[in-house]
């Protein structure tokens, strides 16, 4: 167990629709990230929040939005979901930021399945 | 920004033999490679990492060595196991843009242990 916690686990639901993801980081980091997994696909950077305020940006599509909210959780918004955006989106913390970053604790994932 | 090569997309081996996983990496600036293990269905955990200061480290049976001047990175696995049958995905993590550091992920290889 990482500590970092991710719901819903699963999740199907139809093309058009908007779904939010939410992530409980371990105790004391402050700092989240969003990746998406599709299939035969690495890890791709999606978004990066610290202590609140948004960090840095990657791939993350206009029709993706994200934030972190006082507690530390964080919820990632996707809507005008097309079949494309079928993916494990996994959510991950880290103690530091920047330069001591160090060691991602990732969540177990959300598998977003949209027909 | 970072771009991370990870060669070979599958790897089989017997159990016993050796393991070699080879990544490359773009962004001289990068400092910090980790190395993560994803068993299927599970979340990415990290085996071992090293930092740009260190050319090889060493975790029982396995090892990363770092080239900075080739800026390539390899992970190896001795005496291999059915265990160790996973996805393994490098990284490199460096300043970006505003010094967020945020981890580049190569595409993964699966490594397939035969007893």
């Known amino acids: 167990d990482s500590g970092v916690t991710q719901t819903p686990k699963h999740l199907i639901t139809a093309t058009g629709q908007r779904v939010t993801l939410r992530c409980s980081p371990r105790s004391g980091d402050l700092s989240v990230y969003w990746y998406q997994q599709s299939l035969d696909q690495g890890l791709q950077f999606l978004i990066q929040y610290y202590n609140g305020e948004e960090r840095a940006k990657g791939n993350i599509l206009e029709r993706f939005s994200a934030q972190q909210f006082p507690d530390l959780h964080s919820e990632l918004n996707l809507s005008s979901l097309e079949l494309g955006d079928s993916a494990l989106y996994f959510c991950?913390?880290?103690?530091?930021?920047?330069?001591?970053?160090?060691?991602?604790?990732f969540g177990e994932g959300s598998r977003l399945t949209v027909l | 920004g970072e771009n991370v090569e990870q060669h070979p997309s599958t790897l089989s081996v017997q159990e016993g033999d050796s393991a070699v996983i080879k990544c490359t990496y773009s962004?001289?600036?990068?400092?910090?490679f980790p190395w993560y293990k994803q068993e299927l269905g599970k979340r990415p955990q990290l085996i071992i990492d090293?930092?740009?200061?260190?050319g090889e480290k060493k975790d029982q049976r396995i090892a990363v060595t770092l080239n900075k001047t080739a800026k390539h990175f390899s992970l190896h696995i001795t005496e291999t196991q059915p265990e160790d049958s996973a996805v393994y995905f490098c990284?490199?993590?460096?300043?970006?843009?505003?010094?967020?550091?945020?981890?580049?992920f190569g595409r993964g290889t699966s490594l397939i242990v035969h007893p």
């Open positions: 090293i930092r740009s200061n260190v």
């Open positions: 962004d001289s600036a990068s400092n910090y």
């Open positions: 990284a490199a993590s460096g300043p970006g843009t505003g010094g967020s550091y945020i981890p580049t």
């Open positions: 991950a913390s880290s103690v530091g930021v920047g330069r001591n970053t160090g060691e991602l604790f």
